[in-house]
C-alpha cells in the first residue's frame, strides 16, 4: 500500500484530523523502520524496530495524533519516543514555533530516533533519555500529552504537568489490552472520553507496570 491509499481510505472513513493526514503524507515515514523493512513502511500494521519495540500502525498513530486537537505553537510531551514517527508527525504539525518534548528510557532507541528525525529534517523535537511515566517537569506545563505504551493508570504527574485546557491520550488497562483515553483538563478535573480498545507494549518506569507484573 501506497501512504496515498492509506491517506485516502482516512478521508472517507473520517477517522483523522486533515492536519494530522498532511502530515503523514509529508514525513517520510520509511526513515523510521529498519533498513529491511523500507519496503513495509506503509503497510498498515505494526512493525518491529529495536529492543523489542514496535513502531505502531499508521491507523493506531493517526487516530491518537487526532485526538490530541493540535495546533500551532503547542508544547507537546510525548512519552515513549520509540522510533520517532509520531513525534516528527506531531512536530510537523506545531510547526516552528512549537516544540515536542519526546521522552525514551532505551538508550538504542533515543539514539535511533535522534538519527531518524535529522534524516527528515525535523529540528523542532527533543528527544530525551528519561523516564517519561514521570513527565518531564523541566519543560513543563505542556498543552499537549501523548502516552505511546500501555498504562496501569495515567500517571499522575502527567495530569499535574498538563495544562488547563490541554489534552492527554493514552492507553489504559492491562497488559493484555487497554482503552485508548482522552483526557480535557479543566479547573476542578477532567473530563473523559473513550477512543477504543487497543494493544500497545506496556509503559517502563515508575509510574508504569511492575517488574514482576511484567515477567
Same mark, same amino acid.
Given at each position: ?25 509529508? #514525513? ?39 485526538? +490530541? ?6 508544547? #507537546? ?6 522510533? $520517532?514517527?509520531?513525534?516528527? +508527525? ?9 516544540? #515536542? #518534548? ?43 500529552? +501523548? ?18 485546557? $490541554? ?35 506496556? +509503559?517502563? $518506569? ?10
Amino acid at each position: 500500500m501506497i501512504k496515498e491509499d492509506l491517506a485516502n481510505i482516512w478521508r472517507e472513513r473520517k477517522i483523522a484530523d486533515e492536519r494530522v493526514i498532511e502530515a503523514f503524507l509529508k #514525513v517520510p515515514r520509511e526513515h523510521f523502520v529498519l533498513e529491511e523493512l523500507k519496503r513495509e513502511a506503509y503497510s498498515d500494521q505494526p512493525l518491529p524496530i529495536m529492543c523489542g519495540k514496535t513502531i505502531s500502525q499508521p491507523t493506531t498513530i493517526v487516530v491518537m495524533t487526532s485526538a +490530541l486537537e493540535l495546533k500551532k505553537g503547542e508544547k #507537546v510531551l510525548e512519552v515513549g519516543t520509540g522510533s $520517532g514517527y509520531q513525534a516528527a +508527525l506531531i512536530g510537523s504539525i506545531v510547526g516552528e514555533h512549537g516544540k #515536542v #518534548v519526546s521522552a525514551e528510557v532505551v538508550p538504542e532507541l533515543v539514539r535511533f530516533s535522534k538519527s531518524n528525525l535529522n534524516k527528515a529534517g525535523i529540528k523542532n523535537v527533543l528527544v530525551i533519555e528519561e523516564d517519561g511515566s514521570r513527565g518531564y517537569e523541566k519543560a513543563a506545563p505542556y498543552d499537549k500529552i +501523548l502516552v505511546t505504551a500501555a498504562c496501569p493508570q495515567v500517571p499522575e504527574p502527567l495530569l499535574a504537568q498538563l495544562k488547563t485546557g $490541554g489534552i492527554l491520550v493514552a492507553p489504559v488497562g492491562n497488559l493484555q489490552h487497554q482503552e485508548m483515553l482522552k483526557l480535557r483538563k479543566h479547573e476542578r478535573g477532567f473530563d473523559k472520553s473513550s477512543l477504543g480498545e487497543f494493544i500497545f507494549l506496556p +509503559l517502563v $518506569g515508575k509510574h508504569g507496570f511492575s517488574e514482576e507484573e511484567l515477567d
